[in-house]
């Protein structure tokens, strides 16, 4: 008997919610711009000049264009699997070139899934991913694929959700219902995500969590910003009906314990994670005795 795994994702409706957030996700990514500028900060304290670099889950491409910018001899590959993501991005790369007088652009856009990229064994120098990976149905295949495209000494360097993201409004709406449902999509622990970068080859992950909070009026607010930038529930143990007055009544009731200094909030948890691909070298004696080097972990509130 095959048991049902309320918290897999339905990828057709992810991307459809993407597809339609497109136009003004960037009005609304807030947190996802905070996340990104953080992950920039972090890729100053690494020696690398990538010849490629793949922005995987690229969004409407911001980070592809900072790290054009930043790696300015560099083909850079924006994947997305939401067509109107990239799209968006296209637009803007265009606007790019006409800054710098048409200059040649060095990006290429690929509609694909993460966990399954469209490109050939050790071809990219640099994997940068920023906040897609929650959106995988198999975190170790996405990791796999990940370390086959990575050319050997390749840096992955990526953020997601772990599992206190938006525990407020977990909590608000399984109270509120009188059916069970998934109301907030899965999120894998740091310690999890961890050994699954051991398990696809990588050597030596570093891995920290920094806990961010945004404020809202009411939940209202709070819903119509998580659906502004495509972050609807796609998990296939939400509830398929309407919910009614009844729910978003409780559901309103329930949040407000949380509320502080007038406001309510919702917490997203970031785990921030980078590790090497190893050198191409046949394993030796010790390497098949000890493996890798431990995983380093850290946390900061």
Known sequence: ??????????KARVRSSFGRAASNYDASAVLQKQVRTEMLNRLDLVNI??????????????????????????????????????????????LQRLKVLCRGSK??????DIE?????????????SNLAIQWCNNLDAAFQEFHRVLQPEGLLMFSTFGPDTLRELRIASSQASKTPFTSVSR???????????????????VLDVERITLTYTDVIEVMRDLKSIGAHNAAEGRSRGLKGRGFLKQLTENYECFRKNGKLPATFEVVYGHAWKPEARPKTKVDLETGFAPLTFHAKK
Not at 1 to 10: K, N, S, W
Not at 77 to 94: E, G, H, W, Y
Not at 116 to 128: E, F, K, Q
Not at 187 to 205: K, N, Q, S
Request: hydrophobic share 50%; glycine share 8%.
């Open 1 to 10: 008997m095959v048991t049902e795994d309320i918290y897999r994702m339905d």
């Open 116 to 128: 399954s990229i469209p490109l050939i064994d050790a071809s990219v120098g640099l994997l940068w």
């Open 187 to 205: 999120f894998i622990d740091m310690h999890d995500i961890g050994d699954a970068l051991v398990r696809a080859g990588f050597a030596a992950p």
């Open 107 to 112: 990006q290429s856009l690929v509609c694909a």
């Open 49 to 94: 000049n990538p010849g490629v670099i793949l922005d995987a889950g690229c969004g409407t491409g911001a980070a592809s264009h900072a790290l054009q910018n930043r790696f300015k001899r560099a083909q850079v590959v924006s994947l997305d699997f939401a067509l109107p993501m990239l799209q968006i991005t296209r637009k803007d790369t265009l």
